[in-house]
């Protein structure tokens, strides 16, 4: 098996795409994380000089003094040090969840359609161990992407603190913040397993490319739809069956098991927040255990699809 | 193995993919150290039974042995000892030719990878082990192909059309070269290729198959005299036809107006004139006609297109 993922990690680190989405993810999340700090700035100034602030597009009108106070000391908690190595973490998902995807699917999908697969499996590879191989190879790539940018945050925080606060720098919460790449890390396999079963049983990389992407944009579209309804519904009012619907389709999904697995031993994440404030809290489970229970169960699921899939299947001309 | 010289054996062979039968109870045995040519039109079912004896298509009835292994049980074994290409060779185009090497090396283990520079040089790419695959002409994908096949030092190698994109020189190369594996080297080569010519100059045996079935199989000399003859240009060739085929060495004689064509040995020609004089009978035309691997197969091809129940 090791000599199967030294093969792929070798593929892996001379292929161009897995160097610039790295590349890429990390320019992203620096700019997320001045974004944060310009954010914290103008809500101090406001805060201070008593204007009005300026609120999310989604909201109908801007948001109050307390509100404003609320997310500055928010903004001000994550973005302290060591804490920020946490918050830089769970803000890579953003776009660190499309890239794996992206480079799942186009990495996994190559073997179909270059046609090496064949040539793989002539080596006397069993199909088992060679998708094993490539699972492990995709999460050793996805755990590169978590410590680049734990290294960053590790790097950069200090200055990051210095923005958002005049506090000296402590080390408490260290051991905590650490701990959220490596359950990000952790929450990359259903990710990866989840491509490679696409990627398998479409035998090409296009089509898992289109359906993987396709389900990580619905559900963020789906977390999109709970401050919708904050918006429509007042607190205590009944929610229309179809929203309830879709916020128990919304609380199985990979993304938001991820979103509770990452925010480990916090009160609230952001959409569990928005649900319990329109009394939709038991549609939204925020125990992190369920939510890692979910992550296994989505990881185990898809490699056994993904192996049972392989293994019946004739591998001819370039599939 | 089971039959000691038995590198690859079939059994009754069979793959259907729905309504079609691809390949059908196909028998053949290939022997250790030989050159088996294994032949056949487009659409014959060559690539299958190949795809079959190397694990990526699963057989619909039938079995095989490759190496003594059963390849519906324990073929990964086996796999091990055998090189192969498959229709044309994939390789990854932004990883170098030696770095593609490179990659089936660590799968087959940590000391084939000092084999790399020698393979490289055997094949003739030396020069261009460090040039990305994707920069290379078909012709050095083959060659490249070829190396990835010997890199575990394979007993068995399994070759389809390992000459295409190959130009002149290269194809007369790869003849010597196989030639020199099978014979220096002893290792065994199953090719399957198009090139009737290539075949008949490096094969010790023959299969030919049809729309999925064994239709011929033999030494190539032995095939090629059973279709050698004489042609002739006779009045009164359908008694002469009769005459011949009593001769015990003449294997057939069929005429087509007045044109005989006798199947027996082209140098026994004056005996075959001497039994028809006794007859008074006189060819205003003889030739002999000496058949190529490539007449034979279209010989046999044709003549299974026209039954088509054979």
Partial sequence: MHRLIAADWLKTRRYWLSWTLLGLMIVILVLQINGKIDRLAELEAALASGAEIEGSPLEPQAPT??????EAEWLRENLRYPAVIGYAARLATNSGWFFLILLTAVMGGEDYTRGTLRSLLTRGIGRGRYLMARCLTFWLVAGVGVLAVTLLAVAGGPYVHSQATDDPISLKGLGEALLVPVRLWLACL???TAILFLVVLARQAGPALGVGIGLRAMEILSGLVLPIMEILISSGADVPLIFRLETHLFSVTIGYSADIFLNWGRAFTEAALTASKIGLDSNMPASPWRAAAFLAG??????GAAMWVLRRRDVTYKG | MSASTAVIRTYDLTKRFKKITAVDGVNFTVHQGEVFGFLGPNGAGKTTTIAMLLGLVRPTAGSAEV????????LSSALRRVGAIVETPAFYPYLSGSDNLCIFAHILGDEVEARIPALLEQVGLKGRGKDKVGT????????????????GDPELLILDEPTNGLDPAGMQEMRV????????????VFLSSHLLHEVEQVCDRVLILNKGQVIAQGQVGELLSQAHGV?????GAAQAAGILTGLDWVQNARHEGNRLHVQAPPERAPELLAALAIHDLFPSEVRPVVSTLESVFLDLTHDAEETPDA
């Avoid at chain 1, 989505?298 to 490699?303: C, D, E, G, R, S």
């Fill in chain 2, 67 to 74: 190496l003594g292994h059963d390849i519906r049980r324990n």
């Fill in chain 2, 231 to 235: 042609e002739m240009r006779i009045e």
């Fill in chain 1, 65 to 70: 003094a307390e509100a404003g106070l609320v």
């Fill in chain 1, 190 to 192: 259903p990710y990866i």
């Fill in chain 2, 136 to 151: 290379y002409s078909l012709g050095m994908r083959q060659r490249l192909g070829l190396a990835s096949a010997l890199l």
């Fill in chain 1, 298 to 303: 989505y990881t185990i699921l898809f490699l």
């Fill in chain 2, 177 to 188: 070269f196989l030639c020199r594996l099978a014979e220096e080297e002893g290792r065994t």
